[in-house]
C-alpha cells in the first residue's frame, strides 16, 4: 500500500562531512535499491547525478527506513550545497499475471503500488516544469528542430505562439557588453558636461558677486526733510539719485555720506508721501562674499538700476531748475 506522495527528500550538506556511518534516510517507499537516484545541488547551479560512491541499505523488515551509506574515501565537494535522494521506477510493468493462476493479495499490490509511484513520479516531474495557462492549446507552441535553434537563445513572437530563435550566447552576450561599454561611454560624457556645468555655475555666481547691482527705496511722508538711508553697500564711493515719481514736484536735495553703509538726503522742501525715490549705485568693486550675513543684499533689492545717458540728463535739468527756482 503506498499512502504518501513523497518521492523525494533534500538534505542541507553546506560545509558539514559526510556522514559515513549513519548515512541518510529515506523516509519513503522503494521496491528496490535501483529505485534510489541521488544527486547533488552544487552553487554554480549544476546538479550533477552521483553514480558511485554509494549503496542502498534495505531494511531486513517492513517497519525500517532504508538509508543511503556513503563509502568511507567519499567526500562532499567544496561547492556542494544540498543532497538530493529520489526515487525513480522504469515505466515497465513485469509482473507476469497468467488465465488460471491464483492472485496473490500482495503480488498485486505490488504491481498498484508501482503503477502509483509512476504516477506520482511522472506528476512530480511535470510539476518542475513549464507549463502553458490551462486556457492555451499546447499544440499552438512548437520548437524549432535542433539544427535550427543548436546555440540560439529561444524566444517568442508577437502572438505568443510562434517560437523564434535569435543570435546565440556568445553573440548576445558579447553585444551586451559592448552596449554595457558603449552606456559607461555616455555616463561618463554625461558625468564630464554635468561636472562642466557646475563649474560654469560657480564661476558665474563668484562673478555676480564682484558687483553689488545697487539699492533703491521710496522716501517721503509730507514732513521730513532728512533721511538717512542704509544701503549696506559697504563703499567707499556711491552714485545716488532722486527720482521723483512726478517730476513736476521735483525739488532741491543734497547728499552726504554717513558712512560706507549709510547715506544722507537732504531736501529743501518736504517730500510728499513715498514720492521720492533713492537710487544708490556702487562706484567700487564690492566682495558681496565678504560681507556679514547681516549686510548680504535682499532679493527685494536686487533689481537692475542702471540708469540711460537721458534719465541721468533729466535728473540733472531737474535739479538744476529747482535749484535756481528757490535760490532767494
Known sequence: MLTSTTRKIIYDIRGIAVPIETGYEIPFRIFSAENVNVSLALSDGSNPVLD????????????????????????????????VISRYVDPLQNTDLRNGDEFDAEILEEVFDQQTAMIQQLSETLARSFK???????????????????????GFGEDGTTVITY????????AAEQAKLTLLKIIDIDKSVEETKEESEKILQQMKG????????????????????????HSEWVQAFCWYKDVSKAGYYVFDEVDMDTLKVTFRTPPETDSVEVRIIPSQRVEILELADDLQVKATNLQNVTLTTEEVAEIIEKAASAASAETP
Open 52 to 83: 558511485s560512491g554509494w549503496s542502498v541499505q534495505i531494511p531486513s523488515s517492513k517497519t525500517g527506513v532504508a538509508k543511503v551509506i556513503f563509502d568511507e574515501e567519499y567526500t562532499f565537494p567544496e561547492n556542494a550545497e544540498k543532497l
Open 132 to 154: 502553458l495557462p490551462i486556457s492555451e492549446n499546447p499544440d499552438d507552441v512548437v520548437f524549432p528542430g535542433a539544427a535550427a535553434r543548436a546555440g540560439k537563445v529561444i
Open 167 to 174: 543570435p546565440n550566447t556568445k553573440e548576445a552576450m558579447e
Open 210 to 233: 564682484m558687483y553689488h547691482p545697487g539699492y533703491r527705496v521710496t522716501i517721503g511722508d509730507g514732513t521730513t526733510t532728512e533721511f538717512f538711508i542704509k544701503h549696506d553697500l
